[in-house]
């Protein structure tokens, strides 16, 4: 009997863990659970008769190596920091891992070790990275096979409420991890455009916005995202002038979470003593400075942060209840803490309500032989069940568990360390995701 050990059993595991359940059915696989939650992996296993739970701590070292050395592959879902710490145990004990986070330079250098074991490892096997890398890879081998190449690519991917859905006036609503949410940004963006490097530091981040056009959704804002340039090269598209990856929100946000950035909420590193005994008053406090006049904090924002006192966006804070005179409570040491407990609070996605993924990826081309230039737009839009699985978990899980089953049977015969972009992973796992119902609308149209 194989065995599947799955590493985390949050927001982003329940479609993951009923796929390689359902598989394990078929096949006689064991699936193992572990998280430090114990009762969060005893429930998604869901008393499956294939499943067991178990309460795993990462810094047990023992326990840790015990459960991979006893797995036949390993399906990584813990916080992106861990990634390097578990590759390098399943390139120890010679087992394949799966994770959906971006690659760790320092697990992509275990390349020449990992082939050696004869394991792969396999990274950003998710949704945004993952089956946008998939899927832009399939357009762009489209594109060559024709031969032509592209001269520009912009891509664009969201994880938001369905339209139906209008709880809150941010209108987000929380489906992932919200500290990715709170943090989101932090390192800037870097892209390519019209042949020139452009550079977005993160307190600019969120007023670089421009507006997308998505069918049947209507209009929404995108903002920059992370290093775009280095998809030049992973994409192999020698002769592209534009490159950019940017997030999608509905209008307004950006706009809100701009002011969150400036006045230096998001940060993880600073530790604040006896912060969670402070009101969420005093906690906004620390990031305005006094006037001679002292004015009331609500004023001191406003002028802080230039915005009108009685505008749109100080009730959105309001809101939030970045004034209010309640305790803060809980474990929180540092202000990204704060913020994610505030989401968590504020921006539930409602019972009975759906939430949506969107990919998009925008690209044009030119054709030589044919002295003629192409635009395509390739869409993809997913939405989750009510009161069910999230269409942000299925879509992160599904391609983990899609190339995890091939490992199993033998259908993934390569080695080393990878992300989705190899020709063998992304031809069987987008033809599986289109029986999965997850499937790109693709548009083309000639450039006059």
Same mark, same amino acid.
């Given at each position: 009997?194989? /065995?599947?050990?799955?590493?985390?059993?949050?927001?982003?595991?329940?479609?993951?863990?009923?796929?390689?359940?359902?598989?394990?059915?078929?096949?006689?696989?064991?699936?193992?659970?572990?998280?430090?939650?114990?009762?969060?992996?005893?429930?998604?296993?869901?008393?499956?008769?294939?499943?067991?739970?178990?309460?795993?701590?990462?810094?047990?070292?023992?326990?840790?190596?015990?459960?991979?050395?006893?797995?036949?592959?390993?399906? #990584?879902?813990?916080?992106?920091?861990? +990634?390097?710490?578990?590759? !390098?145990?399943?390139?120890?004990?010679?087992?394949?891992?799966?994770? %959906?986070?971006?690659?760790?330079?320092?697990?992509?250098?275990?390349?020449?070790?990992?082939?050696?074991?004869?394991?792969?490892?396999?990274?950003?096997?998710?949704?945004?990275?993952?089956?946008?890398?998939?899927?832009?890879?399939?357009?762009? +081998?489209?594109?060559?096979?024709?031969?032509?190449?592209?001269?520009?690519?912009?891509?664009?991917?969201?994880?938001?409420?369905?339209?139906? *859905?209008?709880? #809150?006036?941010?209108?987000?609503?929380?489906?992932?991890? !919200?500290?990715?949410?709170?943090?989101?940004?932090?390192?800037?963006?870097?892209?390519?455009?019209?042949?020139?490097?452009?550079?977005?530091?993160?307190?600019?981040?969120? /007023?670089? @916005?421009?507006?997308?056009?998505?069918?049947?959704?209507?209009?929404?804002?995108?903002?920059?995202?992370?290093?775009?340039?280095?998809?030049?090269?992973?994409?192999?598209?020698?002769?592209?002038? @534009?490159?950019?990856?940017?997030?999608?929100?509905?209008?307004?946000?950006?706009?809100?979470?701009? +002011?969150?950035?400036?006045?230096?909420?998001?940060?993880?590193?600073?530790?604040?003593?006896?912060?969670?005994?402070?009101?969420?008053?005093?906690?906004?406090?620390?990031? *305005?400075?006094?006037?001679?006049? !002292?004015?009331?904090?609500?004023?001191? *924002?406003?002028?802080?942060?230039?915005?009108?006192? @009685?505008?749109?966006?100080?009730?959105?804070?309001?809101?939030?209840?970045?004034?209010?005179?309640?305790?803060?409570?809980?474990?929180?040491? !540092?202000?990204?803490?704060?913020?994610?407990?505030?989401?968590?609070?504020?921006?539930?996605?409602?019972?009975?309500?759906?939430?949506?993924?969107?990919?998009?990826?925008?690209?044009?081309?030119?054709?030589? /032989?044919?002295?003629?230039?192409?635009?395509?737009?390739?869409?993809?839009?997913?939405?989750?069940?009510?009161?069910?699985?999230?269409?942000?978990?299925?879509? *992160?899980? %599904?391609?983990?568990?899609?190339?995890?089953?091939?490992?199993?049977?033998?259908?993934?015969?390569?080695?080393?360390?990878?992300?989705?972009?190899? +020709?063998?992973?992304?031809?069987?796992?987008?033809?599986?995701?289109?029986?999965?119902?997850?499937?790109?609308?693709?548009?083309?149209?000639?450039?006059?």
């Amino acid at each position: 009997m194989k /065995n599947v050990l799955i590493l985390g059993a949050g927001q982003s595991s329940p479609y993951l863990i009923y796929y390689m359940l359902n598989e394990a059915e078929k096949y006689n696989w064991e699936v193992i659970v572990a998280d430090y939650n114990y009762e969060a992996a005893l429930a998604k296993i869901n008393n499956h008769p294939k499943g067991k739970a178990v309460q795993f701590d990462v810094n047990d070292e023992n326990l840790r190596n015990e459960l991979i050395k006893n797995a036949d592959i390993v399906l #990584n879902l813990l916080a992106p920091p861990f +990634q390097f710490l578990i590759a !390098s145990d399943c390139l120890k004990h010679g087992k394949s891992v799966i994770s %959906a986070s971006y690659e760790n330079k320092k697990v992509a250098a275990l390349n020449k070790e990992a082939k050696e074991k004869g394991i792969l490892i396999l990274n950003e096997m998710g949704l945004d990275p993952g089956i946008d890398h998939m899927s832009a890879m399939s357009l762009i +081998q489209k594109i060559h096979d024709e031969n032509g190449f592209v001269t520009s690519f912009i891509s664009y991917g969201s994880a938001i409420p369905a339209p139906e *859905v209008k709880s #809150n006036p941010l209108n987000y609503c929380i489906t992932w991890n !919200s500290r990715n949410v709170v943090m989101a940004g932090e390192m800037g963006a870097i892209y390519l455009e019209d042949d020139k490097i452009k550079i977005v530091p993160y307190r600019h981040l969120f /007023n670089s @916005t421009n507006e997308v056009e998505v069918d049947g959704i209507g209009k929404l804002e995108a903002y920059p995202n992370r290093d775009s340039v280095m998809y030049q090269d992973v994409f192999e598209l020698k002769n592209v002038k @534009t490159m950019i990856r940017g997030t999608l929100r509905y209008p307004g946000y950006s706009e809100l979470w701009s +002011q969150i950035v400036k006045l230096g909420m998001p940060n993880e590193v600073v530790e604040i003593p006896k912060l969670s005994e402070m009101t969420y008053r005093e906690y906004t406090e620390m990031f *305005v400075p006094k006037t001679a006049n !002292s004015v009331n904090l609500e004023d001191r *924002v406003a002028d802080f942060l230039k915005i009108s006192p @009685t505008g749109v966006i100080m009730d959105k804070l309001k809101w939030l209840g970045l004034f209010d005179n309640k305790v803060i409570g809980g474990n929180v040491k !540092s202000s990204t803490e704060v913020m994610q407990k505030i989401l968590n609070e504020k921006l539930p996605l409602p019972a009975g309500k759906r939430d949506m993924v969107i990919l998009m990826h925008i690209l044009e081309a030119e054709f030589p /032989n044919t002295n003629t230039r192409k635009k395509y737009v390739s869409t993809l839009v997913d939405y989750g069940k009510q009161n069910g699985i999230t269409s942000i978990a299925k879509t *992160v899980g %599904a391609p983990a568990a899609i190339a995890a089953k091939l490992i199993l049977l033998g259908e993934l015969n390569i080695t080393g360390t990878h992300i989705p972009t190899h +020709q063998l992973i992304y031809t069987k796992v987008l033809k599986e995701l289109e029986t999965l119902k997850l499937k790109f609308v693709e548009k083309v149209e000639e450039i006059v």
